[in-house]
Antibody, heavy 117, light 110 residues
Framework: EVQVVESGGGLVQPGGSLKLSCAAS????????MSWVRQASGKGLEWLGP???????VHAESVKGRFTISRDDSKNTAFLQMNSLEIEDTAVYYC???????????WGKGTTVIVSS | QSTLTQPASVSGSPGQSITISCTGT?????????VSWYQQHPGKAPKLIIF???GRPSGVSSRFSGSKSGSTASLTISGLQAADEADYYC??????????FGGGTKVTVL
């Protein structure tokens, strides 16, 4: 079964760091278009950025310089390193995988990040 | 990156058709044939229902259809059902490997 599972969320103080993981099964992260999306409680979806097949990344302006997307092909996992966290970063963070040839996209259930003192 | 503009809410009676608009600019929707639509039920992860403006993933009902004219994309739900009550988000490619979401539309089945 093709799926992604996010982990690593939790409670962190403002200014702190957290690294989210997105473990893939049923496919290789290097063969899909992986992305991160977040959603604050009661708010809309916010695109954070992708990591492509050649490991190139782009980051949304709102998180550029603070968040870094990466992946480890040996672990078949994508990551979202979040530094200098702000209260406004409190949200559910989703990992997605797009398969162009299959015209299919999978989402994880999300992991919750709470930034609070 | 600016957010695409969607109506906050749209409602319809069972069996009716409704259309949700998604307005962007010449730098996103107007420039690329890469608009997606997502359905999200409360407490659940979003689900892709339309890709590449009008494509439908396997398993998605044909009652969902997408289109685009200029810088505005649209999602039409025909034969509205109670199960269609959810939040809907549009998403467009915006160049330089970036994408942008709309603010979301709450669909209510009367």
């Amino acid at each position: 079964e093709v799926q992604v599972v996010e982990s690593g969320g939790g409670l962190v103080q403002p200014g702190g760091s957290l690294k989210l993981s997105c473990a893939a099964s049923g496919f290789t992260v290097s063969g899909a278009g992986m992305s991160w999306v977040r959603q604050a409680s009661g708010k809309g979806l916010e695109w954070l950025g992708p990591i492509g097949g050649n490991a190139n990344t782009v980051h949304a302006e709102s998180v550029k310089g603070r968040f870094t997307i990466s992946r480890d092909d040996s672990k078949n996992t994508a990551f979202l390193q979040m530094n200098s966290l702000e209260i406004e970063d409190t949200a559910v963070y989703y990992c997605t995988a797009w398969f162009e040839d299959l015209r299919m996209e999978v989402w994880g259930k999300g992991t919750t990040v709470i930034v609070s003192s | 990156q600016s957010t695409l503009t969607q109506p906050a809410s749209v409602s319809g009676s069972p069996g009716q058709s409704i259309t949700i608009s998604c307005t962007g600019t010449g730098s996103d929707i107007g420039a690329y044939e890469s608009v997606s639509w997502y359905q999200q039920h409360p407490g659940k992860a979003p689900k892709l229902i339309i890709f590449h403006v009008s494509g439908r993933p396997s398993g998605v009902s044909s009652r969902f259809s997408g289109s685009k004219s200029g810088s505005t994309a649209s999602l039409t739900i025909s034969g509205l059902q109670a199960a269609d009550e959810a939040d809907y988000y549009c998403n467009s490619y915006a160049g330089s490997d970036t994408r942008v979401f709309g603010g979301g539309t709450k669909v209510t089945v009367l």
